[in-house]
Structure formats: structure tokens, C-alpha cells
């Protein structure tokens, strides 16, 4: 139901567009975002985009990372900027129907086998 693409290898401080399209539209979704995981690391919150148009970043990507919805609502995207060897990953395009208490607190902090999960995508990032 989701499909991850743009990953690839790119030099530090250069940049890359993840797409993330949905088999129907986003809009049925409480919120849709990116994951990532790193080796023997947790997955990890990147960015999320609530269906009320509220975006939320982890700190570690504000100010370079934007995720935004195309204007077709099919897909959503996180434009990462200023890449670091420390954003390498697999990321992850994650949806979900419930609203969570419609905080981001609440969203953050669900069980994550909650909601659809697309493939991965790799991005590596080389200093």
C-alpha cells in the first residue's frame, strides 16, 4: 500500500528527495511520515505530517529535512537538505489511521507494528 523511493548515495552536504506513494490517497490517514534505522540501531521518528496539515521533526533533522504531500494527496515526500554521514539509513514511509489523541506525543509514542509500513529505502550519505 506504500511505496518508498529516492534513496541512493550522496556526498555529505549535498541532498535527496524520498518519495513515498500510497496505493490510494493519503487523506484517509491520521498521519503519515518517515522512519529510519540505522545498522544495529532502532528505528527512528524523522518527520510526520498529520491529515490537518501539521508537520513534526526530530530534532536532529530540523532545519534540513521538509516533508510535504503532493497535490494529488497520493504521495508524500521528505526533502532532506545538508546531509550528514549520520542520516545514512534505511528509511521508511509509515501511515496510520488512528489519531492517537491528536497529539504528537501520542503519535510518537504508539506501538510502532501500528499502521502500514512501506519498503525501505537506502540512503548513504559519504563524508
Known amino acids: 500500500q506504500l511505496q518508498a523511493s529516492g534513496g541512493g548515495l550522496v556526498q555529505a552536504g549535498g541532498s535527496l528527495r524520498l518519495s513515498c506513494a500510497a496505493s490510494?490517497?493519503?487523506?484517509?490517514?491520521?498521519?503519515i511520515g518517515w522512519y529510519r534505522q540505522a545498522p544495529g540501531k532502532q528505528r527512528e521518528f524523522v518527520a510526520a505530517?498529520?491529515?490537518?496539515?501539521?508537520?513534526n521533526y526530530a530534532e536532529a533533522v530540523k532545519g534540513r529535512f521538509t516533508i510535504s504531500r503532493a497535490n494529488a494527496a497520493n504521495t508524500v515526500y521528505l526533502q532532506m537538505n545538508s546531509l550528514k554521514p549520520e542520516d545514512a539509513a534505511v528509511y521508511y514511509c509509515?501511515?496510520?489511521?488512528?489519531?492517537?489523541?491528536?497529539?504528537?506525543?501520542?503519535?510518537?509514542?504508539?506501538?510502532?507494528?501500528?499502521?502500514?509500513w512501506g519498503q525501505g529505502t537506502l540512503v548513504t550519505v559519504s563524508s
Open positions: 490510494g490517497s493519503t487523506e484517509e490517514f491520521s498521519y
Open positions: 505530517r498529520s491529515s490537518g496539515g501539521s508537520v
Open positions: 509509515n501511515a496510520v489511521l488512528s489519531s492517537y489523541g491528536s497529539t504528537w506525543e501520542g503519535y510518537k509514542s504508539r506501538d510502532l507494528d501500528d499502521g502500514y
